[in-house]
């Protein structure tokens, strides 16, 4: 009933930059985190930033200063901009959105890849 399209990654020299951007579309919620994971090769997903319904924001410890997670006017859009990336942030990154404990819905994640 839910669907997260994620976009914008891609192939970046170290300190460089993207936006990530994920796209709901389906069911809507009054209240709800969305949220970006990431999940490199032979490690596990773990979480990257939060933003909640109401504006709150959250980062990993390894990404604080470097990346911003915002939403569109409409809220149907997650961004993440991510600059001074380094070959550390190589991972696919997913979008997830939780409406409760019990319901989270994942989008299909979109690669990045920081390398000389």
């Known amino acids: 009933q839910v669907q997260l399209v994620e976009s914008g990654g891609g192939l970046v020299q170290p300190g460089g930059s993207l936006n990530l951007s994920c796209t709901a579309s389906g069911n809507t919620f009054s209240a709800y985190v969305m949220a970006w994971y990431r999940q490199a090769p032979g490690k596990q997903r773990e979480l990257v930033a939060y933003?909640?319904?109401?504006?709150?924001?959250n980062y990993a410890d390894f990404v604080k200063g470097r990346f911003t997670i915002s939403k569109d006017n409409d809220k149907d859009t997650v961004h993440l901009q991510m600059n001074s990336l380094k070959p550390e942030d190589t991972a696919v990154y997913y979008c997830?959105?939780?409406?409760?404990?019990?319901?989270?819905?994942w989008g299909q994640g979109t690669q990045v890849t920081v390398s000389s």
């Open positions: 997830a959105l939780a409406p409760s404990y019990t319901q989270v819905f």
């Open positions: 933003i909640t319904s109401s504006g709150t924001t």
